[in-house]
């Protein structure tokens, strides 16, 4: 096994709108994980979204019509030494709130694969609430069965 591959960091956070953030240095410093998921963004896509050394995977909630802003989102950035190792299952959800990754065992010298869910779970009083908990339990059954 890599030595490299012995430790992975990984953080998450709910950063409540991206904004200004990007332009704050205490917050970019914060960002020095591995793999840095980003809860409700609030962005509608993650082109304009670029830290180098990282590369960018992105889940965007659709905008109401009536919304000013967009809600939601999930962004996770992965150094580059290390994306080759991971797949986004796009497939795995249909959910806005999850987006799923699978870090490959022979990359990572594990004995199996390791699945990664970056998962926002809205206040059950919201629209955006869809069983959320019981169809994420379901989503983790399927990866075994």
């Given at each position: 096994?890599?030595?490299?591959?012995?430790?992975?960091?990984?953080?998450?956070?709910?950063?409540?709108?991206?904004?200004?953030?990007?332009?704050?240095?205490?917050?970019?410093?914060?960002?020095?994980?591995?793999?840095?998921?980003?809860l409700?963004?609030?962005k509608?896509?993650?082109?304009?979204?670029?830290?180098?050394?990282?590369?960018?995977?992105?889940?965007?909630?659709?905008?109401?019509k009536?919304?000013?802003?967009?809600?939601?989102?999930?962004?996770?950035?992965?150094?580059?030494?290390?994306?080759?190792g991971?797949?986004?299952?796009?497939?795995?959800?249909?959910?806005?709130?999850?987006?799923?990754?699978?870090?490959?065992?022979?990359?990572?010298g594990?004995?199996?694969?390791l699945?990664l869910?970056?998962?926002?779970?809205?206040?059950?009083?919201?629209?955006h609430?869809?069983?959320?908990?019981?169809?994420?339990?379901?989503?983790?059954?399927?990866?075994?069965?």
């Amino acid at each position: 096994m890599n030595r490299i591959h012995k430790k992975l960091s990984i953080s998450s956070w709910n950063v409540h709108g991206l904004g200004d953030k990007m332009k704050d240095p205490m917050f970019l410093d914060f960002l020095n994980k591995d793999i840095n998921i980003l809860l409700e963004t609030w962005k509608g896509g993650s082109e304009d979204f670029k830290i180098e050394g990282y590369n960018i995977i992105s889940k965007v909630r659709k905008k109401t019509k009536k919304a000013k802003r967009h809600s939601g989102g999930i962004i996770v950035m992965i150094k580059k030494q290390f994306y080759k190792g991971i797949t986004y299952l796009k497939d795995a959800t249909s959910s806005q709130n999850r987006l799923w990754l699978k870090l490959d065992k022979y990359f990572f010298g594990l004995k199996q694969d390791l699945y990664l869910c970056a998962v926002y779970i809205p206040p059950f009083s919201l629209a955006h609430y869809d069983s959320d908990l019981e169809n994420l339990e379901n989503e983790i059954s399927s990866f075994f069965y």
